[in-house]
């Protein structure tokens, strides 16, 4: 387990505790070139009160990158994105940028 692990394991279950507090839930929106959408999407993984989506570029993330981001749990999904991780960035400032976009994913 690298730090990237250890720091989104922290962050769920701070997200998860909150939330459950709370009643709300959050979403995490990542841009990925490979591991630390796995650790992020493997940290978050199963949160009750969480979900994620992770953003990764077409054909530039190994297979094995790939399984660690598709197959981890209900409350995570992924969108493999056509362009480089710059795209996959963008997309996500953009979302976070947008008002409207915003107020759904709350």
């Known amino acids: ?6 720091a989104a394991r922290y962050l769920a279950a701070l997200m998860g505790y909150f939330n459950a507090k709370t ?3 959050s979403t995490v929106l990542v841009a990925t070139s490979g591991d630390t959408g796995g650790a992020i999407a ?4 199963d949160v009750a009160g969480t979900k994620v989506v992770v953003l990764y ?7 094995l990158q790939q399984e660690q ?8 999904h992924t969108l493999e994105v056509d362009g480089d991780f ?11 940028a947008d008002r ?7």
């Open 23 to 25: 009643g709300k839930t």
């Open 86 to 96: 710059d795209a996959c960035q963008a997309l996500v400032k953009q979302a976070l």
């Open 42 to 45: 493997h940290g978050f993984g």
């Open 1 to 6: 387990m690298a730090f990237k692990d250890v």
């Open 69 to 76: 981001l598709r197959r981890v749990a209900n409350n995570v």
């Open 100 to 106: 409207a976009c915003g107020a759904r994913l709350v």
């Open 57 to 63: 570029p077409k054909g530039r993330v190994s297979q």
